[in-house]
């Protein structure tokens, strides 16, 4: 499976983004998609997934209510809406898919998602 990642730039505190990553490739059944990022000097974290067969998030508390993750299954393309960006959301945005396990909401850790994508950089001016 091949990721490709789309959409970062530059906002200021308070605008909107919307990320984009598409599967292809040898693409049986779509997998579960996630959303990990990592800021200068700090390790990759876990920010949302998309559990694939229903269209259900799961979110890390800091983007809670701010983001909100989708999927379009025509397209094999999984989304981040990113809204009230803050300056502490800068980082390099990596989407990752195809899970080692089915349940999401503890699947936080990379060493659990099999594929990446290319990062791209969310930058949020104060």
């Known amino acids: 499976v091949q990721l490709q990642a789309s959409g970062g730039g530059v906002v200021q505190a308070g605008g909107s983004l919307r990320l984009s990553c598409t599967q292809s490739?040898?693409?049986?059944?779509?997998?579960?998609m996630g959303w990990f990022r990592q800021a200068p000097g700090k390790e990759r974290v876990f920010v949302a997934a998309?559990?694939?067969?229903?269209?259900?998030?799961y979110y890390d508390a800091s983007v809670k209510g701010r983001f909100t993750i989708s999927r379009d299954s025509a397209n094999n393309t999984a989304y981040l809406q990113m809204d009230n960006l803050r300056p502490e959301d800068t980082a390099v945005y990596y989407c990752?898919?195809?899970?080692?396990?089915?349940?999401?909401?503890?699947?936080?850790?990379?060493?659990?998602?099999?594929?990446w994508g290319q990062g791209t950089l969310v930058t949020v001016s104060s």
């Open positions: 990752a898919a195809d899970p080692s396990t089915k349940h999401l909401h503890v699947a936080g850790h990379e060493s659990l998602w099999r594929s």
């Open positions: 490739g040898r693409v049986v059944s779509s997998h579960d």
């Open positions: 998309v559990m694939w067969t229903v269209n259900s998030g």
